[in-house]
């Protein structure tokens, strides 16, 4: 027992560190970056010029591109993995201030952040290294691999199934505000106070549409057995294009996420870390 209050006391401690604190602060401007860009490539998409995946890998692969673009993507990466810790931890002994349901609630809504930012980590340190493959590609080629395995398809579904509730979970969250509880509102001026609440619902429920699309996408390639539609987020963002005033709908998805950019920004500054 005392070995476990040992560790849960080490990891406060490390949650506490005033370095991690600023890397994941650090962390939120590069997540606001790539949120950026992956706004931009959304507009691209919605009228016909994109030439690169519209998600995030894409996002980074735009930034790379850039003057000094390899230093910003490793700046990224190492920002985003000091996310990860962030809330690895939280998720072990975090969120002190919720009592028995909330709590579990909050600390395994930070165990899937943490998978998150790993995910976006990882990615960014590929793309920096050059091995940044098309990941829409790639999705297609795991999902149709899955596809041929016994139960596979039934695996692609539920991985469909698990993003779309994602989605519909952002939606709420952005709707409901719940993200206000994790900032610091009493810091912000009025005006500041507004302008967060105002990004972080449009971001969120425009995330949340994105990702929702993709899962739907997911399912449908699963029953339909063609792994040409499950392509994640740049499949979405593309059958989004493709309905009626389908760039309308994907400029208004765009500004959202780039609304969810700008939202990060905010949280460098006045998220509780």
Known sequence: MSLTRSAEATASRTADSRWLELL??????GYGIVHLLFAWLALQIAFGTSSDDGDQSGALRTLS??????????????????????QALEAAV??????GRERVVERLASAGRTIVYLYF????????????????????ALTGRLMTSSGGRWLVGLAGLVLAAIGVGLVIY???????????????????????????IAGYVAK???????????????VNYDPEKARGLDAALHALRDQSYGAVLLSLVALGIAAF???CFLQSRYRKV
């Open 24 to 29: 994941a602060r650090a962390g939120f401007i």
């Open 94 to 99: 975090g969120h002190r201030a919720e009592r």
């Open 174 to 200: 952005g709707l409901v505000k719940r993200f206000e509880k994790h900032l610091k509102t009493g810091e912000m001026s009025p005006k500041t106070r507004k302008l967060a609440r105002r990004l972080g």
């Open 208 to 222: 949340g549409v994105a990702y929702g699309i993709a899962g739907l996408l997911i399912i449908v390639a699963a």
């Open 65 to 86: 591109a850039q003057p000094l673009g390899k230093f910003l993507v490793i700046a990224t990466a190492v920002g985003l993995l000091a996310m990860a810790i962030w």
């Open 121 to 140: 980590a990882w990615t960014a340190f590929k793309v920096f290294k050059d091995a940044g493959s098309n990941s829409a590609d790639q999705q297609e």
């Open 261 to 263: 950019g700008l939202f």
